[in-house]
């Protein structure tokens, strides 16, 4: 209809498969393989940065290492129990939405 829009695939043809790219370029980041990439190592700790994950969440992306060095940064890093790995739909996303707000309006200060 709008050829000049990206064309999402049906729901039909979404496979697990396709969270690899998302998967590799994370892990290479936090790996160490952040250069190849072209990214600088370090640098993705000094931007404003939101991670938070539910305890439910089958597969984490995430090391314990990472997780407590997300810990020592401020408003950066949120366990939230009880939640599975669709954070926005659970609790109708409310709870997702008041923590996401929260954190905008709080690294909007940072400017």
């Known amino acids: 209809?709008?050829?000049?829009?990206?064309?999402?695939?049906?729901?039909?043809e979404i496979h697990a498969g396709m969270n690899y790219l998302y998967f590799y370029?994370?892990?290479?980041?936090?790996?160490?393989?952040?250069?190849?990439?072209?990214?600088?190592?370090g640098n993705i700790f000094n931007v404003p940065f939101l991670f938070f994950y539910g305890d439910?969440?089958?597969f984490k992306f995430h090391s314990p290492q990472f997780a407590q060095?997300?810990?020592q940064k401020p408003n950066r890093y949120i366990f939230l129990k009880d939640h599975s790995h669709w954070l926005m739909y659970?609790?109708?996303?409310k709870f997702f939405n008041?923590?996401?707000?929260?954190?905008l309006q709080e690294t909007d200060k940072l400017n």
């Open 1 to 12: 209809m709008f050829p000049f829009l990206p064309q999402f695939p049906r729901a039909k």
């Open 25 to 41: 370029l994370w892990w290479r980041i936090f790996t160490g393989g952040a250069k190849e990439i072209g990214i600088k190592k």
């Open 56 to 58: 439910k969440t089958p």
């Open 69 to 71: 060095k997300m810990q």
């Open 90 to 93: 659970d609790h109708n996303g």
């Open 98 to 103: 008041q923590i996401l707000f929260d954190w």
